[in-house]
């Protein structure tokens, strides 16, 4: 069964500042791997998603994330953030199957103006 | 749009009075799920639906149901809900990888449901 961990439970950035949130994964084959963001009170949108070729993947929102298959990592980065990002971001692992997908715990996101 | 809907947006029903809610999809996924999301929490899988297969989570207490009439339609029963299930619940489609994507899960803007 795969697992998946981020280390921060909460990150604060001024607007502006650069921005990598840091998930890690465990699963026994090559995982299809996401990220998305949850505002409060909706839903989770899709920000990217990974599975194979070019290990850095381009976003919605300006968001980019790097695959490292070395450090079984999918770290999430974005250049320069916007109020606006202030949410919780989820990593998340999916298995062959479709049917098994584990989320991470999630990192909170705060923007100082 | 294609889109995945849920209602009500907000439930708010007594200790032990039976509650269902409701969630459609127009992307014709196979796959459906319900999960249980309280707060500063990840999600938690309550069940999900393969076309017509129910899988059950291990951990999902027996209060709560599920029913998947036709591919469109998903409801979540709680039959005597606890102050404890008081959470917001979302429900999420999708396709089997290879099908069409990777399987990434679509989510419905969730229902919270309040508990008195």
């Known amino acids: 069964a795969q697992s998946v961990t981020q280390p921060d439970i909460h990150i604060t950035v001024s607007e502006g500042a650069s921005l990598e949130l840091r998930c890690n994964y465990s699963?026994?084959?090559?995982?299809?791997l996401f990220w998305y963001v949850q505002s409060p009170g909706q839903g989770l949108q899709l920000l990217l998603k990974?599975?194979?070729?070019?290990?850095l993947v381009q976003g919605i929102k300006g968001f980019e994330a790097e695959f490292k298959r070395s450090q079984s990592s999918f770290n999430l980065r974005k250049p320069s953030v916007h109020w606006s990002d202030a949410a919780e971001y989820f990593c998340?692992?999916?298995?062959?199957?479709?049917?098994?997908?584990?989320f991470g715990p999630g990192t909170r996101l705060s923007v100082l103006p | 749009d294609a889109m995945v809907i849920q209602n009500p947006r907000y439930q708010v029903t007594q200790f032990g009075k039976p509650v269902t809610l409701s969630c459609s999809q127009t992307?014709?996924?196979?796959?459906m799920y319900w999960y249980q999301q309280k707060s500063s929490q990840a999600p938690k899988l309550l069940f999900h639906?393969?076309?017509?297969?129910?899988?059950n989570e291990a951990d999902t207490p027996d209060n709560f149901q599920s029913r998947r009439p036709n591919t469109s339609f998903c409801f979540l029963d709680i039959r005597s809900p606890g102050l404890g299930d008081a959470a917001m619940y979302l429900c999420?489609?999708?396709?089997?990888?290879?099908?069409?994507?990777?399987?990434?899960?679509?989510f419905g803007p969730g229902t919270r449901l309040t508990v008195l």
């Open positions: 639906y393969y076309d017509k297969d129910f899988n």
């Open positions: 699963y026994g084959a090559t995982p299809y």
């Open positions: 990974y599975f194979s070729g070019d290990t």
């Open positions: 998340a692992v999916g298995a062959t199957d479709g049917q098994n997908f584990v």
């Open positions: 999420a489609t999708s396709r089997v990888p290879g099908t069409s994507g990777l399987g990434e899960q679509f």
């Open positions: 992307l014709n996924h196979n796959v």
